[in-house]
């Protein structure tokens, strides 16, 4: 009797795999027709999805167009043609390889508001890393209008969207360029300083130029308004030794080191001039180097 049951429990245990097999084999055309029709909902809802994505993406692209259009032109920025060619470079590339000039027009987004930041003192000595805390910061500091801040936050969202994780077609990626561009312009639309070395300077304790202040020297700085074109010379105290005559640089101090009234030999008429009564050191990183 025992080996009987052990007989019986050893077929039961070939009987369901081969059972199983049966099922299968009779069902797989049903199984397959599952499977198909699961994996197509899932790729038409993310293809729906994506299309409001870029939908929403181009009407909040053109509202921020409109909003920057009612900025006063940027006068003062000299280099025109430069961002001419930058939107070029882009299309160019995006002629060969859309998703790599997505990624392209991405870092220039990024880098616009580094710019923006910087020039009104925000990077906080730190690397800004990563494009949205960029987009909250310049919103909370009233800089961002909430048009061009929804529209570079969206735009962020859509190019994960595209570069990560989705299978997206070219067609898909060209959108987003398209409004991409049109963010970046009314990026470059807001009105900033832009603050570019002009020259380095000895400093002096006293108004005849005779005694110089140790280990510290004057940044002049030329700072010119993109809304007006107006540009002011100034000069500021500094220790640091990084500063490289004809570069821009961000609006950056070290409110914990001031200095006293000291005077500046004038490179222009050689007279000895007030150089500050009183001022913090100035630290601007070069936008490069940042």
């Known amino acids: 009797m025992k080996d009987l049951a052990t007989l019986i429990t050893a077929f039961a245990g070939l009987l369901w795999p081969i059972l199983a097999i049966v099922a299968f084999w009779s069902l797989r055309g049903e199984i397959r027709g599952l499977v198909a029709r699961l994996q197509t909902a899932k790729v038409l809802g993310q293809e729906i999805t994506l299309r409001e994505d870029l939908d929403q993406l181009e009407a909040s692209a053109s509202a921020a167009v409109s909003v920057a259009s009612a900025l006063p032109p940027p006068e003062s920025e000299p280099a025109s043609a430069g961002e001419s060619d930058q939107v070029r470079r882009i299309l160019d590339e995006a002629a060969r390889s859309p998703k790599a000039a997505l990624l392209i027009l991405s870092a220039e987004i990024e880098r616009e508001l580094r710019i923006l930041m910087g020039s009104m003192g925000m990077l906080k000595r730190r690397f800004l890393s990563s494009m949205d805390l960029a987009i909250t910061g310049l919103r909370e500091h009233g800089s961002l209008s909430s048009h061009i801040s929804a529209s570079a936050a969206l735009f962020l ?33 807001i009105p900033h300083e832009a603050h570019v070395v ?10 005849m130029g005779e005694h110089l202040l140790p280990e510290v020297k004057g940044v002049l700085l030329e700072s010119t308004h993109s809304g007006d074109g107006s540009s002011t010379l100034r000069i500021f105290p500094t220790t640091k030794q990084h500063f490289r005559i004809g570069e821009r640089v961000a609006w950056e101090w070290d409110a914990t080191r001031t200095f006293n009234r000291a005077w500046y030999r004038d490179p222009e008429t050689g ?20």
């Open 157 to 189: 969202a859509v190019r994960n969207r595209l570069v990560h994780g989705y299978d997206a077609s070219d067609d898909d990626i060209l959108r987003a360029i398209d409004s991409g561009i049109k963010i970046l312009e009314a990026l470059k639309s």
């Open 198 to 207: 002009r020259g380095i300077t000895d400093i002096y304790l006293d108004a």
């Open 271 to 290: 007279m000895i001039r007030e150089a500050w009564h009183e001022a913090a050191e100035f630290t601007g990183r070069h936008f490069e180097d940042i």
